[in-house]
C-alpha cells in the first residue's frame, strides 16, 4: 500500500519530532550521572578524620574544667523540632527499587515526561492523600502517563503506514485522541480515589472523637487509645484504621507530637489538622482530653449536619435541568401524539382537498 505525499510527510515529521524528543531527554536526564558518581567518589576522600593527639602520661593529671550546663525550655525545642525540613520517602536512606512498577527503567519513563516541580509536589500530595505511600509513588505514576502518551503514538503511526487509506482520518483522530486520554487518566482515577478516601475519612472522624473520648476518660493514654480505635474501625473505615496505626508505629518511634504533624501532612482534611492540632494542644497545656473531645466531636457532627442540610437545599436545583431535559419531551409527547396522529390520518385520507374547496368556497361568497 503506498500513502499519498501529504500523508507521508506527516509520518516522517512526527516520526522524526518523536525520536528528536526522546533523544533530548535521555540526553539530558543521563548526562549529569557521571559527575553525580565522581562527586559520591571523592565524598569519601573529602572527608577528613580527626585523630586525637597521644596523651601522655604526665598530661592525664592535668585537670579540665567541666562545662557548664546548658538548660533549654521544652517550648524551645519544639519550636526547633517543628521547624526541621519535611523528607520525603524517596530521599531516605531506607528507600529501594522494590516499589517501581516498570522495574529499573521506570525513573527513566518518569524522567521523559515533563513536569514542573509545582504540578509534581501537587501530583506528590494526591498520591498521599489517596493512600500511595510508597517512596517512589510518583514514578509509577509519571511512566504509566508516559507509556500512556507513547503507546498510542507508536501503534498509530504504525497503523498509519499499513492501514487502508479508508480508514487514515479514523486511525488519525485516534492518533490525537488517545495520547490525550493516556495522559488525564491516571491522574484522574488517583484523585478519584483521593477524593473517595477523603471523604470516607471524614464521615468516620466523629466516630473516632466518640471512641477516643471513652478510652482517655478510662485511663488510657493518648496513643494506645489511637492504636486500639484504630483497630477498632478496620471494618468500618479501612482507611482511617490505616492511618491510626501509622501514627502509633510513628508515636513509638518518635514522638506523639511528631506523629499527629505527619498525620495532618498526609491527608487533606480541615477536619484532621483540627484534629492533631487540639491534641498536640491539649498535650502541652496539660487541659482536660476528654471534655475537649467531647466539645469538638459535638462540634464535628453538627458541622456535617450543616453540610447535608446544605446539599439537600441545592438538590432541587440540581434537579431542574435533568427534568426539563428528560421529562418535559416526554410528557410532549403523550399530550401531543394523538393530536399529531389525528391530523396526518387527516392529510392522508384527501384533507388538502377538503381544505382548498373551503378556501375556493370562502373565496367565491366574499366575491
Known sequence: MTLNPLNQLIVLLVAAACVGLLGIRVWKKWRGRPVAKRARRAKPQASVVSVAPVVKPMERSVAIAPLPAVSVAPETLNAQRSTLPFVEAEDTPLADNSDLTFGPVTKVLAALLPESSE????????????????????????????????????????????????????????????????????????????????????????????????????????PASLQRVGADLQSVSPALSQELKIVSDHARVGSLEQALVAFSRRVDLPDVYSFTSLLVQTERMGTSMSQALADYSDGMRETLRQQADQKANTASFKLLFPTALCLMPAVFMILLGPAIIEMSSFFREGGNEVLNTSMQSAADYLE
Open 119 to 222: 504540578r509534581r509536589a501537587d501530583l506528590k500530595k494526591t498520591l498521599r492523600n489517596a493512600g500511595y505511600y510508597e517512596p517512589h509513588a510518583w514514578h509509577n505514576l509519571a511512566a504509566a502517563r508516559y507509556l500512556g502518551v507513547s503507546i498510542p503514538i507508536v501503534l498509530g503511526l504504525g497503523l498509519l503506514v499499513v492501514a487502508p487509506r479508508e480508514t487514515e482520518p479514523l486511525i488519525i483522530a485516534a492518533l490525537v485522541l488517545l495520547p490525550a486520554i493516556g495522559w488525564a487518566l491516571p491522574t484522574l482515577l488517583v484523585r478519584r480515589q483521593a477524593t473517595d478516601r477523603l471523604a470516607e475519612i471524614e464521615q468516620s472522624m466523629p466516630d473516632l472523637l466518640d471512641m477516643m473520648n471513652m478510652c482517655v476518660s478510662q485511663g488510657l493514654t493518648v
